[in-house]
Nanobody, 124 residues
Framework: QVQLVESGGGLVQAGGSLRLSCLAS????????MGWFRRVSGKERELVAA????????YYTDSVKGRFTISRDNGKNTLYLQMNSLRPEDTAVYYC?????????????????WGQGTQVTVSS
């Protein structure tokens, strides 16, 4: 059983930056592809970014390309999401998730373990 704990959320002004972290425990972190999802109130979770087990391949949804960077440190069992040039529409609860295997998928059903989420609020 893998536990995922997000941190780094908060309130930031538009144009600002935040770095989210996701600490994994209870399993072999490097066995899993990982993803960052977000959920806006009243909407389904959407995939924001994803990364393979070794960081060799990444995915970004169009709205964050060029602004967000996903990375991982397998030695520290930690996943990161660097978010720059934040916009009010980035306001959401952000979740990290571990995929069923070393690659990643683009749907919720491709992910086995989930964190509790961290709130990101971007003010205009």
């Amino acid at each position: 059983q893998v536990q995922l704990v997000e941190s780094g959320g908060g309130l930031v002004q538009a144009g600002g930056s935040l770095r989210l972290s996701c600490l994994a425990s209870g399993g072999t972190f490097s066995h899993f592809g990982m993803g960052w999802f977000r959920r806006v109130s009243g909407k389904e979770r959407e995939l924001v970014a994803a990364i393979t087990w070794n960081g060799g391949n990444t995915y970004y949804t169009d709205s964050v390309k060029g602004r967000f960077t996903i990375s991982r440190d397998n030695g520290k069992n930690t996943l990161y999401l660097q978010m720059n040039s934040l916009r009010p529409e980035d306001t959401a609860v952000y979740y990290c998730a571990a995929a069923y295997g070393p690659r990643f998928g683009i749907s919720l059903a491709d992910y086995l373990y989930w964190g509790q989420g961290t709130q990101v609020t971007v003010s205009s």
